[in-house]
């Protein structure tokens, strides 16, 4: 039976000031860079032509079939072509495709990529210049992998943007631990202040300055408040120019090509799973079951502990999912969780950030010791966990988990639904002019969840000294809340 294994992997960074605005690579070509990089990388810069499966993570772009763009480029024209949906599981789902796919003899050579060029294109845009780069939308239609239900799209209209969520998620958590607003602002800036550190010494970082606790927790002219308590140094970093790209081989093909045995990193298993579409659907706020699940199959399969993980890349777009994962993993949060430096510090394409992790797990792995990379999408909602190897110890497994997730999905008000209630968490949403209106879960009628804000100055405030987690208040029909 065919093993398959990474044997190249790559990132590209286009840093600001580095080219003349005008002469900045796109998507495409940064990609194509990448993948051009990650063959060198395996020592095989023939395997680029037997590509027979090339997957390209959703993004900003409006191409149509970026991958079938990126083929022509790097000489495998006839390719097969997937584009994922817009998920932070997007690349760890597609190399769980791509190794599947190889280990049933399917296909020899594949590539997994992601990137963008927003921070360049933003630029532009301002400047009133069109790029250079590729417009064309790229030629035929690819696989789509992914994606998320219209639900789940329509309650970000009432929740707002991930911020939002997550943030409510965070008060969610200190509500649960006890600790005081104070106490948990300097734990979670703490916690980011080390991804800062590794950011700050990772080559492929947006941001090359490490930042202390201090400058991460209070808001300042560089650093507003987004969503309470989160500053923008605690929200992910999507306005990049970055590119990652892995390429996944059969091992006697790669052999065959000259590939070094010291260069293949084995994939073991990519476990996944998702929790209710719905965050007001949500058990418990804060714990995400269908990780938990995916955290169990996947230790199971590769027949490792949490204890015998050396290299370790948790998502990280925001503090509260850390926090989460690291429990539901077994890690313990004091010990090294990220090797990139996180969305907030390192940056990522919105799609790709996994794929950074991932070609970082390669270079890691290749040192010695298990590797896991947590891929997280949406609310806390969808999760995949990869666990690498520099043996292959067992046949890889792509496992689907969603059936052993116990999600005891909650109950929601009704839209219209008017009287008492009860908060379960809160966050202050602000705009560039300062605290725009107060956010909360609240619990009602049968402990059902629904949402509810309020502009009060007094509530605000409360919410952000003390926490009103607990507080009882009255939802008005249009979904106002008293105190």
Not at 192 to 197: E, V
Request: hydrophobic share 40%.
């Amino acid at each position: 039976m065919p093993v398959a294994a990474i044997v190249g992997a790559a990132q590209v960074l286009q840093r600001p000031g580095s080219v003349d605005i005008n002469e900045a690579l796109g998507p495409i070509e940064l990609m194509a860079q990448a993948a051009k990089e990650a063959a060198k990388d395996a020592g095989a810069a023939s395997l680029l032509r037997r590509v027979g499966w090339l997957g390209v993570a959703g993004g900003w772009f409006r191409y149509r079939n970026p991958a079938q763009l990126v083929a022509s480029m790097v000489g495998c024209r006839d390719a097969t072509t997937a584009l994922s949906s817009v998920s932070g599981t997007g690349p760890q789902e597609m190399l769980a495709v791509a190794a599947q796919r190889i280990s049933r003899g399917e296909i020899d050579v594949a590539l997994v990529l992601g990137g963008e060029a927003r921070w360049s294109h933003q630029r532009l845009k301002r400047s009133g210049a069109e790029p250079t780069w590729t417009a064309t939308p790229g030629e035929g239609e690819p696989e789509h992998l992914g994606g998320f239900p219209e639900e789940m799209i329509q309650e970000t209209s009432v929740v707002g943007p991930p911020a939002h969520g997550y943030a409510l998620i965070e008060d969610s958590l200190r509500s649960a631990t006890g600790e005081s607003v104070e106490e948990h602002r300097d734990r979670i800036a703490k916690l980011w202040a080390r991804f800062s550190t590794v950011a700050a010494r990772n080559p492929f970082s947006w941001q090359t300055r490490a930042l202390s606790p201090p400058e991460i927790r209070e808001p300042s002219p560089d650093n507003r408040m987004i969503a309470f308590p989160y500053t923008k140094a605690m929200v992910a970093n999507n306005t990049v120019d970055m590119a990652s790209a892995l390429v996944i081989c059969d091992v006697d093909v790669a052999l065959s090509a000259g590939v070094p045995a010291d260069r293949m990193v084995f994939p073991l298993v990519v476990a996944s799973g998702h929790e209710t579409w719905k965050l007001a659907n949500r058990d418990v706020l804060h714990r995400c079951p269908s990780l938990e699940a995916a955290a169990a199959a996947a230790y199971h399969h590769a027949g490792v502990t949490p204890e015998q993980i050396k290299h370790v890349d948790l998502y990280s777009c925001f503090p509260s999912i850390v926090e989460i994962s690291a429990a539901a993993l077994g890690l313990l949060e004091e010990r090294e969780l990220t090797l990139t430096g996180g969305l907030g510090f390192a940056g990522a394409p919105v799609g790709n950030a996994v794929g950074h992790s991932l070609a970082a797990m390669v270079k890691a792995v290749r040192t010695g010791g298990y590797g896991l990379v947590h891929a997280n999408g949406g609310v806390a909602t969808k999760h995949s966990v990869g666990i690498f190897s520099d043996s292959p110890s067992v046949t890889f497994d792509h496992v689907d988990c969603q059936e052993s997730a116990d999600l005891r999905a909650r109950g929601e008000l009704p839209a219209g639904y008017a009287g008492p209630v009860t908060v379960e968490a809160a966050t202050v949403v602000f705009d560039r002019e300062g605290p725009s209106y107060l956010l909360c879960s609240v619990l009602g009628a049968g402990a059902g969840r629904g949402w509810g804000r309020t502009s009060d100055p007094v509530a605000m405030n409360q919410a952000m000294s003390e926490g009103i987690a607990g507080v009882e208040a009255q939802r008005n029909g249009d979904a106002t809340l008293s105190f």
